[in-house]
């Protein structure tokens, strides 16, 4: 997708603050973070969102991603949150699947 920003990042075409990639899988920090820690992971593969995955391997390398990132950044030990918005009215305002992970402040439960 060229005017996607998200595949822009994956690529380098837009410069990012990465904390890991793979062959598959993107991580940087969020531009607007919302937590102390806040980290997008993204497969580089263009999904519009978590509706159009198909192909459970997807979900399998995203989430252990998520799982091995937290453990790099030292998230564990107090815990960690991983959203992933979906469509409109799940608050998905940028159309490349990704994974936010938030984390360094207790988060509130339910969310708004
Ligand atoms: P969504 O609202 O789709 O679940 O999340 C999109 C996220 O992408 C938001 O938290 C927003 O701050 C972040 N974001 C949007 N544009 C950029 C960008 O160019 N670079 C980075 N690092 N994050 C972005
Ligand atoms: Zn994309």
């Known amino acids: 997708m060229s005017d996607c920003i998200f595949c822009k990042i994956a690529n380098g075409e837009i410069p990012s603050d990465f904390v890991y ?45 998520a799982v091995k990132i937290a453990r790099k950044l030292g998230l564990e030990e107090n815990g960690y949150r991983m959203v992933i918005n979906t469509g409109e009215q799940g608050g998905q305002t940028v159309p490349h699947l990704h994974l936010h992970m938030l984390a360094g402040r207790n988060l509130g439960w339910p969310p708004g």
């Not at 940087?28 to 973070?33: H, L, M, T, W």
């Open 21 to 65: 990639e793979d062959e598959n899988i993107a991580a940087f920090r969020d531009v607007n973070p919302q937590a102390p820690a806040h980290i997008l992971v993204i497969p580089k593969k263009h999904y519009a969102s978590a509706a159009e995955v198909t192909d459970a391997s997807v979900w399998s390398s995203l989430m252990s991603s």
